[in-house]
T-cell receptor
Framework: RKEVEQDPGPFNVPEGATVAFNCTYS??????FFWYRQDCRKEPKLLMS???SGNEDGRFTAQLNRASQYISLLIRDSKLSDSATYLC????????????FGDGTTLTVKP | GAVVSQHPSWVICKSGTSVKIECRSL??????MFWYRQFPKQSLMLMAT?????????EQGVEKDKFLINHASLTLSTLTVTSAHPEDSSFYIC???????????FGEGSRLTVL
């Protein structure tokens, strides 16, 4: 079993749709969690950190469920520009060791 | 926001030569940096974890003598691809982890083509 697992998709949705991605992790002691976005042939960019209380940034909402060991990303009112690959990242220890990536979920938003 | 500079962005070299790629965190300190490679339409593959002042930790299957990593300061890590061959052609990306937040910031990547 992979340490961090994501549904690879692809997710194909119309503009304006709401889409949700989940990411599960195996290390129950993991300390910090993030969502990144990667466009084709570009480096990943930090989208948002994920906190236990949940956090929202405009159309994006991230949630952490420690009991079930998953994090989620919700995108409301999808835009064409949201088309990208979304990666979840889990740190076993915030200041040491490895940051583990999921393989990414590909989202395509269509007109 | 935090900036990580990776250089060079593009490099074309002959088979058998060595190529050095630099990764610098410009406005924060990073005790840990990571090196990845990514083939087209595939996910990031972690090659090694670079720790400031100590030896890098390599992932299984990554040859440490071929991919030399040096992390001499809190803001600089280098990856040297030694005796490069065409199969080493790939997109190499570094990331730096900011102390205390755990956030990763990525360099823009280096596209290596070995002829």
């Amino acid at each position: 079993r992979k340490e961090v697992e994501q549904d690879p998709g692809p997710f194909n949705v119309p503009e304006g749709a709401t889409v949700a991605f989940n990411c599960t992790y195996s290390n129950s002691a993991s300390q910090s969690f993030f969502w990144y976005r990667q466009d084709c042939r570009k480096e990943p960019k930090l989208l948002m950190s994920v906190y236990s209380s949940g956090n929202e940034d405009g159309r994006f909402t991230a949630q952490l469920n420690r009991a079930s060991q998953y994090i989620s990303l919700l995108i409301r009112d999808s835009k064409l520009s949201d088309s990208a690959t979304y990666l979840c990242v889990v740190n076993g220890n915030t200041n040491a060791g490895k940051s583990t990536f999921g393989d990414g979920t590909t989202l395509t938003v269509k007109p | 926001g935090a900036v990580v500079s990776q250089h060079p962005s593009w490099v074309i070299c002959k088979s058998g030569t060595s190529v050095k790629i630099e990764c610098r965190s410009l406005d924060f300190q990073a005790t840990t940096m990571f090196w990845y490679r990514q083939f087209p339409k595939q996910s990031l593959m972690l090659m090694a974890t670079s720790n400031e002042g100590s030896k890098a930790t390599y992932e299984q299957g990554v040859e440490k003598d071929k991919f030399l990593i040096n992390h001499a300061s809190l803001t600089l890590s280098t990856l040297t691809v030694t005796s490069a061959h065409p199969e080493d052609s790939s997109f190499y990306i570094c990331s730096a982890r900011r102390i205390n937040t755990g956030e990763l910031f990525f360099g823009e990547g280096s596209r290596l083509t070995v002829l």
